[in-house]
């Protein structure tokens, strides 16, 4: 119970948009639990009209005055002598009026059969089957309706919330991890509201309706068949914690799994070339291995509740044929409530199947709950200032950052001024990138601060200030879409005729125009159909869309060959005019056009100026020049 409540908190915000579908499909559960009643009820009526007409029996008990009567009335009696009289008159006149409607619909043996008992007979069993089965499918197909509409709006608000969060989550987490908490888990929730609640609703009105059925026909009977419910808790509470335990497991095992194959797709081409196939398949079948024994696990915790079900339920089908034959009771008694039983114990069967499923949503509930709550460790303070435009400078004031206890940069003081070109230079792990991610505020200094035209970047709007920013990098983002869609998502809203202008400058319309359907070429996944340079051009181009008054290059032409990099050397050169430059470079001669470098070293600024003053100072800057055959002239 504690975890239907707990799935049933969580979902209700998404199901409050779909909330009268949802009200909908409980109503026409209702029904269908009902309407189970209902055909007991007609059954028995039917059978009973189509025996030869015998004394009416009534199991009768004795009373402590020692008179003889129904249990019920012999307890209203001892209670209020006038509420039995009163009891006893309403029971007759619901008798009265049931029987009236019965003998004008339906036949009785012995009797003339009039059309309206013949459209009865033939219509009326028809008609109360569809009625139930009317409410069963519109329970089914609302609930359904409501449990995909939610979900999806979960996985959109799941990946809205992942989207907003600062890069050390990404940093930490595993993307297979992140794609079983948008697909993974959300489906099992939506199974859960599609099916879980459905029969949550349907399931305990038919067990009430049913009962009460029962025990309007024999109370004692039915009070001594149910006493053997309580037994079918059992393996309901101990099989749960098991299919909770073996979901745990199950999910873990998946994620790993996940993970593998998004690492061994991306690094294909290494893979091949050391001939890792072999090895990389085997760490996946390992895995592949234990999720199937927790999944198998967690499958006999779903299914092997059934049967226990079952057999207790033929339990009590058992002591009901003892107890009719014993009585004498009429046929058309056992049958109607053997049925009744069985349509008793179905539902509890289902409940009981409910359960495990509950406990194994419940898991996925709480790694989506997880991860809505995550914070973003980057946030706009309540009166950030929007960034409309850059016309003084940044500066770093004593900056120092921190990957938990590693420092990685070192109070670093820096003052870039509109206009200027600066070039950043140092060795692996000297701190470059952690320079250029403070820039952006992908993380926020551990000491010190970064100022945009003197207001600190803690104080300004993300959006606005980071559309003053484009970046080039080595690592090339190419989506899977059209050359025009890459193009255009350096700026929302950007006109073709400011596509095709980009392309231009990037000198990437040559080649665009070149591929099958130009500038709506479909380029696909990471586009691997291009080539290096090509990538960076389009690059290039979608930093042209932005014009914006920052450009940052981070190492842009470090992965290019020669050809390319001269090709793409070109359209840098283009980007960076009238612009404010900040440029790493492992390739010391791309920073020989800027106004000052700074070289890095563990995080520490230790060398600063002009390129060829740098050269001829013969310290980190000329060693690191000296390396790649550059010497002072």
Known sequence: MDSLISIFRFSWPYIQGYRWRFYGAILAGVI???????????????????????????TLVANEDGTSGLSAYGFIRRVSPTAEVWVRAKAASIRSTVDRSVDLLFPKKGSPVTLYQALGAILGLPFLVAFRSAGQYLSAYWMSWVGERMVNDLRVQVLDR???LSLNYFNQAKMGDMITRINGDTLLLQRCIANGVKHSITDP???????????VMDWQLTVSVVLLLPICLFPVLIYGKKARKASKKRVQANVVQSSLIVEMLSAIRVVKAYSLEDREVGRFRVLSRQLFGHTMKGIRAHEIVGPIIETISMLAVGALIVFVVQSGRSMQDMVTFFAGIIMFYMPVKKLAKLHVMFEQTSVGVDRL??????VPQVQESDSAKNVTGFTKGLRFEGVSFAYGEELVLKTVNLNIRRGTKLGIAGESGSGKSTLINLLFRFFDPTSGRITVDGVDLVDVRLKGYRQQLALVSQDVVVFDQTVFENIASGRIGATRDEVLQAAEQAHATEFIEALDEGFETRLGERGVSLSGGQRQRIAIARAFVRNAPILVLDEATAALDAKSEAEVQSAIDALTANRTVICIAHRLSTLKSMDEILVLEKGEVVERGPYESLLSTGGIFAQMAARQGIRST
Do not use: D, H, M, Y
Not at 37 to 42: C, D, E, Q, R
Not at 205 to 215: D, G, K, M, S
Not at 369 to 374: D, I
């Open 32 to 58: 269908f639990g009902v309407s189970n009643a209902g055909v007991l009820w007609l059954t028995k009526t039917v059978l009973s009209r189509l025996e030869t007409e015998k004394e009416p029996q009534t």
């Open 162 to 164: 992942l989207s907003q």
């Open 205 to 215: 009105v038919t067990i009430v309706a049913v009962f009460c059925f029962l025990v």
């Open 369 to 374: 709950k997880s991860v809505l709550a995550e």
